[in-house]
């Protein structure tokens, strides 16, 4: 189960092995939300193990928005003080962005919206290269 | 060599195996930051073993703040859009606190100082139960 503000928020793209894979509605930047398969609320609270499994996949993200997206600076962060559900932020940054060098929350007062064939070609290059699994939904 | 603004805004505790171990000045919430050895600037960059270690370097402050200090929330960030030296932020966190529940960056305008007991007790605690090795800097 997501929680319904993660879904309100996000687009739902798939999953990977451990983490279902969110992408915040809000295009000014490209902002992945991971969502690990957990009851725990706290990243650091996670056995190491599955702490590992969940950071390796957040690498997968910052992966996509370096190498296929070609920016040079990815935010990351577990923090869950509004949404307690565990959720990861990986968040694509630049010089040249809507709040930079401001963090993201609550500092983005800007929105936009993606296209779908923008989501399309995200999707089927995440799942070419970073072993996403599509969710199918139309999210 | 740790960032001079890194220095200026936090003591200097010690090390563990992988990261240096500074703590923020501003005492009005427990504000970690470990700081990796690595030319990298962003955490999800690092090398998977690497990354790993770093992780569970993290962990042990977290443990610290929940165990120790009894909190039960820790926010965790790796940000760098100010300072580009990676460092990663474990916070301690409550609903009670200055600034609940937005993040920290940005929004902490209380400001407190530690008192040299409070130190030496958080220092002695990491040493003695999480495998800090301290500075002796004085910081």
């Given at each position: 189960m997501i929680h319904s503000q993660l879904l309100a928020d996000c687009h739902w793209l798939g999953r990977f092995e451990v983490c279902t894979v969110l992408l915040n509605r809000n295009a000014i930047l490209p902002w992945f939300i991971l969502v690990p398969?957990?009851?725990?609320?706290?990243?650091?609270?996670?056995?190491s193990e599955r702490l590992n499994q969940v950071t390796a996949e957040c690498q997968r993200i910052s992966g996509f928005l370096k190498q296929?997206?070609?920016?040079s600076k990815a935010n990351f962060a577990g923090l869950g003080?509004?949404?307690?559900q565990m959720h990861l932020h990986i968040v694509a940054r630049s010089s040249e962005d809507a709040c930079w060098p401001q963090p993201v929350w609550g500092n983005l007062t800007e929105t936009a919206s993606y296209t779908p064939e923008t989501l399309a070609d995200w999707t089927a290059i995440l799942v070419s290269e970073y072993g996403l699994e599509p969710s199918g939904h139309g999210h």
């Open positions: 398969d957990t009851e725990l609320e706290d990243v650091l609270d996670l056995p296929s997206l070609g920016y003080n509004v949404v307690p």
